[in-house]
């Protein structure tokens, strides 16, 4: 059974960086695609990313291209979001979730394993 954990979360003034960490096991990640996700207070958990389990190809939402980049550690089984140009907007408990299939979608439902999520504030 897949286990997903989530750290790197935190506090930090906008324009500044984070680096979350999505840490697995009872599975390689290599056999599943990854999505990061976000859930902010009143609002509907949103796709941020997902990476196909080749790890080729990650589609980001239109708010974070050109900030957000996902990469992955094999040798860790951990994959991370690292998070620059922060701005209050992005200010959410952010999740990882694993889908074993082939190609990576943004919505939550057909993600099988979730983390526990690791709270982001953008704040002055």
């Known amino acids: 059974q897949l286990q997903l954990v989530e750290s790197g979360g935190g506090l930090v003034q906008p324009g500044g960086s984070l680096r979350l960490s999505c840490a697995a096991s009872?599975?390689?990640?290599?056999?599943?695609?990854i999505g990061w996700f976000r859930q902010a207070p009143g609002k509907e958990r949103e796709g941020v990313s997902c990476?196909?389990?080749?790890?080729?190809?990650?589609t980001y939402l239109d708010s974070v291209k050109g900030r957000f980049t996902v990469s992955r550690d094999g040798a860790k089984n951990t994959v991370y979001l690292q998070m620059n140009s922060l701005i209050p907007e992005d200010t959410a408990v952010y999740y990882c979730?694993?889908?074993?299939?082939?190609?990576?979608?943004?919505?939550?439902?057909?993600?099988?394993?979730w983390g526990q999520g690791t709270q982001v504030t953008v704040s002055s």
């Open positions: 979730a694993a889908l074993r299939f082939s190609l990576c979608v943004l919505t939550a439902s057909p993600y099988a394993y």
């Open positions: 990476t196909t389990k080749s790890g080729r190809s990650t």
């Open positions: 009872g599975s390689t990640l290599d056999v599943y695609a």
